[in-house]
């Protein structure tokens, strides 16, 4: 994981925090910054009251990428999906990892505590921060994903 001046915001439930906390560790050992947005501890949390924070932290340039852990992942892709400049992605393997930085500029990857083990999770992670976006072809299918601002001031899908 190479370091960025830019931090890395992150975020967990209840399930996830153990794995968030680890992911913290080895982000900081390897140079990153970190946001912690929480939660800190084993007590039953909602995941959106996470997911929206680092969200907000990546769409508003505070953090590069974000990173959120729940269960399965999926409760925080949705929740973070919410937001217009987001493109999260629940990722079980290095693979979608790639795939997902360089074909879909995804800026948050989800993860899965229960569902994935750590070891996959740093590696896929690693792979997610140090994969550049492709661009070209792909950059007319993020702009149809990406909403635009009508002059009106609604947001609709492109």
Known sequence: ????????????????????????????????????????????CDYADFAHPVSEAVAGGQARFGVLVCGTGIGMAIAANRHPAIRAVVVHNTTEARLTRAHNDANIACFGARTVGPEVVLDALSAFLTTPYEGGRHDRRIAKITPRILAAGTAQEA
């Open 1 to 44: 994981m190479n370091p960025a001046d830019t931090p890395i915001a992150l975020g967990a439930d209840h399930a996830g925090v153990a794995l968030k906390d680890s992911l913290r560790a080895a982000l900081e050992a390897a140079g990153h910054p970190v946001l912690d947005f929480g939660t800190h501890g084993s007590e039953s």
